[in-house]
């Protein structure tokens, strides 16, 4: 049995060996599929919030009501950072995709724009929900 278990090690060894001496590298491992929709479900001082892939804090305005565009153009844009969309993204449930006026794609949640904010530095950070400029903390609902 012992002799058995050597010969067949000893053919492994001899195979690998054999393929990586003639050039050839052992294949790839597979690559992990990039998430459908890159926003995640966090815990934060202010409760369950969403979180783009890096963790930091997603926030919707109370202006974008129409379901189809962003009124968080220009300035505005520059403190509050929208969720950019690849140009291959699609809406899954109730995560759709919008074209922005400068003709980006962004995400939204229930056709509500989603973005980051200037004013969050760590994941975690929830500095930018401002309500009384009509500014929330996006959050997943049930």
């Keep these: 049995m012992f002799k058995f ?3 067949i090690t000893a053919t492994l060894l001899l195979s690998v060996g054999g393929a990586l001496a003639h050039g050839e590298e052992p294949a790839p491992p597979p690559k992990k599929d990039a998430p459908l929709v890159p926003i995640k479900v966090s815990q ?3 409760g369950t919030v969403f979180t783009d892939s890096d963790g930091m ?3 919707y305005f109370d ?3 129409t379901g189809n565009k962003s009124n968080c153009n220009a ?3 520059e403190k509050w950072i929208p969720l950019a969309a690849s140009g291959g993204s699609q809406a899954n449930g109730d995560f759709t995709v919008i074209v922005r006026n400068d003709g980006g794609k962004m995400w ?3 056709y509500r724009p989603l973005y980051t904010s200037r004013t969050d530095k760590t994941p975690g950070d929830t500095n930018g929900s401002d309500p009384a400029k009509l500014w929330h903390i996006a ?3 049930y």
């Design 63 to 65: 202006r974008d009501n």
């Design 139 to 141: 959050r997943p609902v």
């Design 108 to 110: 939204a949640y229930r």
């Design 75 to 77: 300035e505005c844009a």
């Design 5 to 7: 278990f050597m010969v």
């Design 44 to 46: 934060t001082r202010k």
């Design 57 to 59: 804090t997603l926030y």
